[in-house]
């Protein structure tokens, strides 16, 4: 009797030690605060990337063209049924030009910003379902900054291609009809600012979103070993719910 009590001791003893054990592996498994911000901010820039390729070729890339603010594809077809098709069709395709040119010259503003941005509470951004999370805290964070740091870029771009003189004369032309409810803004660089970053944006929330459930989307070694530490701790927690 003694003897398999002592055996139970041993067997319950060596349960606790393994479970222990099995504790400090995870702990040392599971990146750090650090390496999680480090591994969500490689994702954010790498979904930046493919923003910049994106705005590289803009004329293949539906959310990089151009269209009239409001309602968009109404105040089109009014001008072209004045028959102003190739006024409209220079207007869409310098301001498209010029956004792609913004978003070239400001590519260190945008990379910038990642690198500046402080991730709190890294691990809760990591850890979810939301499979556009850190996209989501970027966006909140940073967009107040990136627009005030593009604006000026995107004007300047609107200006070289002299997409602001064909804009004041679909304006003139525009806001002159009878019975319209909504005039024409005679400036659109903020509302040019504004579309590109929400493009920039979607950029970055699929890329994410790739990356959280495709090991290939996963370019660099902190990527590889924060992203796969979270799907793997999702995977173990939608178990423990079951």
């Given at each position: 009797?003694?003897?398999?009590?002592?055996?139970?001791?041993?067997?319950?003893?060596?349960?606790?030690?393994?479970?222990?054990?099995?504790?400090?592996?995870?702990?040392?498994?599971?990146?750090?605060?650090?390496?999680?911000?480090?591994?969500?901010?490689?994702?954010?820039?790498?979904g930046?990337?493919?923003?910049?390729?994106?705005?590289?070729?803009?004329?293949?890339?539906?959310?990089?063209?151009?269209?009239?603010?409001?309602?968009?594809?109404?105040?089109?077809?009014?001008?072209?049924?004045?028959?102003m098709?190739?006024?409209?069709?220079?207007?869409?395709?310098?301001?498209?030009?010029?956004?792609?040119?913004?978003v070239?010259?400001?590519?260190?503003?945008?990379?910038?910003?990642?690198?500046?941005?402080?991730?709190?509470?890294?691990?809760?951004?990591?850890?979810?379902?939301?499979?556009?999370?850190?996209?989501?805290?970027?966006?909140?964070?940073?967009?107040?900054?990136?627009?005030?740091?593009?604006?000026p870029?995107?004007?300047?771009?609107?200006?070289?291609?002299?997409?602001?003189?064909?804009?004041?004369?679909?304006?003139?032309?525009?806001n002159?009809?009878?019975?319209?409810?909504?005039?024409?803004?005679?400036?659109?660089?903020?509302?040019?600012?504004?579309?590109?970053?929400?493009?920039?944006?979607?950029?970055?929330?699929?890329?994410?979103?790739?990356?959280?459930?495709?090991?290939?989307?996963?370019?660099?070694?902190?990527?590889?070993?924060?992203?796969?530490?979270?799907?793997?701790?999702?995977?173990?927690?939608?178990?423990?719910?079951?």
């Open positions: 009797m003694k003897k398999i009590f002592i055996a139970a001791v041993l067997s319950i003893s060596i349960i606790l030690l393994s479970c222990e054990g099995l504790k400090q592996i995870a702990s040392i498994l599971a990146p750090s605060e650090f390496e999680m911000a480090t591994g969500l901010k490689d994702a954010l820039s790498q930046l990337f493919r923003g910049f390729n994106a705005f590289a070729d803009p004329n293949g890339n539906p959310l990089v063209r151009f269209v009239f603010p409001g309602d968009a594809a109404k105040i089109e077809k009014t001008l072209r049924d004045l028959g098709d190739k006024m409209v069709d220079q207007v869409t395709g310098k301001f498209t030009r010029a956004a792609s040119s913004a070239v010259a400001a590519k260190p503003v945008f990379l910038n910003s990642v690198k500046q941005m402080s991730i709190k509470d890294a691990a809760g951004i990591l850890l979810t379902d939301n499979a556009h999370a850190a996209t989501d805290y970027f966006k909140t964070a940073m967009t107040p900054e990136l627009m005030v740091a593009f604006r870029i995107v004007d300047s771009s609107i200006k070289l291609e002299g997409a602001n003189k064909d804009w004041s004369s679909i304006v003139n032309v525009y002159k009809i009878p019975f319209i409810n909504k005039p024409l803004e005679p400036s659109l660089t903020d509302f040019i600012a504004a579309r590109v970053i929400d493009a920039m944006f979607i950029s970055v929330a699929n890329e994410e979103a790739d990356i959280r459930t495709k090991y290939e989307f996963r370019k660099t070694d902190i990527m590889k070993r924060v992203f796969g530490y979270a799907e793997e701790e999702m995977k173990r927690r939608a178990q423990q719910k079951q």
